[in-house]
């Protein structure tokens, strides 16, 4: 059975330090991999995808990819209260013929 | 990027009543999905909908209980039928969608109450 894992926290960081999710994946051939955060009581909001291995930037978000290790990462520099949510893993396996979404992480950045 | 909307946003029901939600993207998507969500728990996959095809349903899922419809690229409905107070969730819909159509966006759910 194809699988997503992730820690499912709640993970608590004080406000400006660097928040760190990880997610692992089972299928070797996935090769589109997303970030969503969910806010409670929202639906997900989609934060970054990364396809290649290494890193990829944006803004405060950093993605980090390791296929070789099935492992996927997000950091969120300079945490903030109100990146205060649940952070959500998917990984587009199969080739893109099967969306599977990791149970999320509950992120708390504290003032 | 596409607009995702869903109707009703929330609804209360009673038991042994069935609703419809209604799901529309304001452009041509193959595969469209529903989702149920407890609160606080993760996304359960209900069922996979393509355009001219009978929706594939996960495991726990049935289409007597569940039925979908995908009439068209921009549209799907999912009926939750003889409803019970088990059936209480937040229903949400998303669409493939991307450069590669190979990004999952999410409506903004439906909030379902059975008493």
């Known amino acids: 059975q194809k699988e997503v894992e992730q820690n499912s926290g709640p993970l608590s960081v004080p406000e400006g330090a660097i928040a760190s999710l990880n997610c692992t994946y089972s299928?070797?051939?996935?090769?589109?991999f997303f970030w969503y955060r969910q806010y409670s009581g929202k639906s997900p909001e989609l934060i970054m995808s990364i396809y290649s291995n290494g890193d990829k930037e944006d803004g405060r978000f950093t993605a980090q990819l390791n296929k070789a290790s099935q492992y996927v990462s997000l950091l969120i520099r300079d945490s903030q209260p109100s990146d205060s949510a649940t952070y959500l893993c998917?990984?587009?396996?199969?080739?893109?013929?099967?969306?599977?979404f990791g149970p999320g992480t509950r992120l708390s950045v504290l003032p | 990027s596409a607009v995702i909307s869903q109707k009703p946003s929330r609804d209360i029901c009673q038991r042994g009543t069935s609703l419809t939600i209604q799901c529309q993207v304001d452009s041509q998507v193959t595969m469209m999905f529903w989702y149920r969500q407890q609160p606080g728990q993760s996304l359960t996959l209900i069922a996979t909908?393509?355009?001219?095809?009978?929706?594939?349903?996960e495991s726990g899922f049935v289409i007597d209980k569940f039925p979908i419809s995908r009439p068209n690229l921009t549209f799907s409905t999912l009926t939750v039928s003889n409803m019970s107070p088990e059936d209480s969730s937040i229903y949400l819909c998303?669409?493939?969608?991307?450069?590669?159509?190979?990004?999952?966006?999410f409506g903004p759910g439906t909030r379902l109450t059975v008493l």
């Open positions: 299928d070797r051939g996935s090769q589109s």
């Open positions: 998303s669409a493939l969608l991307g450069d590669l159509a190979d990004t999952q966006y």
């Open positions: 909908a393509n355009q001219g095809s009978e929706a594939t349903y």
């Open positions: 998917a990984v587009n396996m199969d080739y893109g013929q099967n969306f599977v």
